[in-house]
């Protein structure tokens, strides 16, 4: 049975425990994500929120925040970023574009070729930067069009000024603290 985007906004009305996403007409039930996952995406949907709210330059919303994308998929990124110019106002239903960036944090549960598909297909869609957050292994996986995904560890430091001039995360501040 194949959805349409308003059928899959009443249903998720119906139904606000669940996350769920619209992929070629069929609905998808996303899982809870693990604790340190979102632990993670918080982290760094807060610093960018932070760094993002007093310059106005755009929007940063969590995983409850879906996309209705080019393609009629409905997807929701862990985090993402949209500039100010392309999304002037909050829409109360999805948004009708393609984030800017896009975030997924990888849980125990997820696949890492799932994850990286899902955000090749962003980028294909419009998505200027993806990021691939592997807590386990303590890496990220920054992915643009046309080039090889960078990967950074605990020693690096995450940027995109592509987006988001001047803005800057040590890779090890993303990890949950460890209280001893």
Known sequence: MTLTVHELEKLQAEHPDYRMELV?????VMSPSGYEADEVSIELA????????????????GSSAGFVLPNADTRAPDVSFVRAE????????FA????????????PTDSLPKLRSKIQDFLALGTQVG?????ELRRVE??????????LGDGDTLTV????????????DLWPLVFE
Do not use: C, F, H
């Open 142 to 151: 920054v992915y643009r069009v046309g080039t090889d995904a960078t990967l």
């Open 96 to 107: 009708e574009l393609a984030p800017d960036l896009v975030v997924e944090v990888k849980s």
């Open 86 to 93: 392309r999304l002037r106002r909050s829409p109360r239903a």
């Open 161 to 172: 000024p592509d987006l988001l001039p001047g803005w800057e995360m040590a890779v090890a």
């Open 24 to 28: 070629d007409g069929e609905v998808t």
């Open 131 to 135: 990021l691939l957050i592997n807590p």
């Open 46 to 61: 807060a610093q960018l929120r932070n760094w993002v709210r007093p310059r106005q330059l755009g929007r940063v919303t």
